[in-house]
């Protein structure tokens, strides 16, 4: 089972509207049929697609996980893991020896770098979860459209001046067909993700 809340950017729009980004994959009819039989609830009653969603209702999906991935077409982006040789981690800071080879910034072509693999790390550990990401990227990947190109990184540490709290930063800055957004992902002392903002 799989569960969604609804947040302020997906709000006004149709549970049918909703679905069809959800599962992309799926051809309308596997999701009406899904309601129908209540594998596909919203706030835990049957719907029927037609319904205005509002922040903060709750979408259940009564799927198997494979049949989850197959149309959601999570299958297709699979996650880049490869075992880092990390130097020193503590709340404020991670060190990775980075093999000769391996790429800083993803490949033209797809080839997997240090990027992905920060990633897949974080998102194994637990500091960082797909559906912070998935609901905070969703929105603006279809106004923004194709990728085309990251432009540059930085990640670095640092303290507010104000509450001496340490945390760690990250900020990329991404080309697509339809213009550029700026990534920034704030983690705190416990490498626990604090923000993810998109401008």
């Known amino acids: 089972m799989k569960e969604f809340i609804i947040n302020e950017n997906e709000a006004g729009q149709r549970f049918d509207k909703y ?16 309601m129908r039989k209540k ?34 077409g999570t299958d297709k982006a699979p996650r880049a893991y490869h075992k880092l040789d990390i130097i020193y981690e503590d709340e404020n800071i991670l060190l990775i020896n ?10 033209d072509d797809g080839t997997p770098s240090l990027v992905e693999y920060l ?20 929105p603006v990947m279809e106004e923004l459209g194709e990728p085309e190109k990251i432009e540059k990184t930085v990640v670095r540490g640092t303290e507010n001046p104000e509450t001496k ?9 991404v080309s697509y067909e339809n213009g550029k957004a700026q990534y920034t992902i704030t983690f ?12």
């Open 19 to 34: 679905l069809a980004k959800l599962l992309k994959e799926a051809p309308k009819s596997f999701f009406y049929k899904m």
């Open 39 to 72: 594998n596909i609830t919203l706030n835990g009653k049957k719907a029927n697609g037609n319904e205005k969603l509002l922040s903060g209702d709750h979408v259940k999906l009564f799927l198997s996980d494979e049949t989850f991935e197959k149309f959601s």
């Open 98 to 107: 980075k093999p000769s080879g391996m790429l800083s910034q993803p490949g």
């Open 119 to 138: 990633t897949g790390y974080l998102l194994e550990t637990g500091s960082l979860t797909e559906e912070d990401l998935r609901n905070a990227v969703q």
């Open 165 to 173: 709290e340490k945390y760690a930063t990250a900020v990329s800055i």
């Open 188 to 199: 705190n002392q416990t490498m626990k993700m604090e923000g993810f903002y998109i401008k």
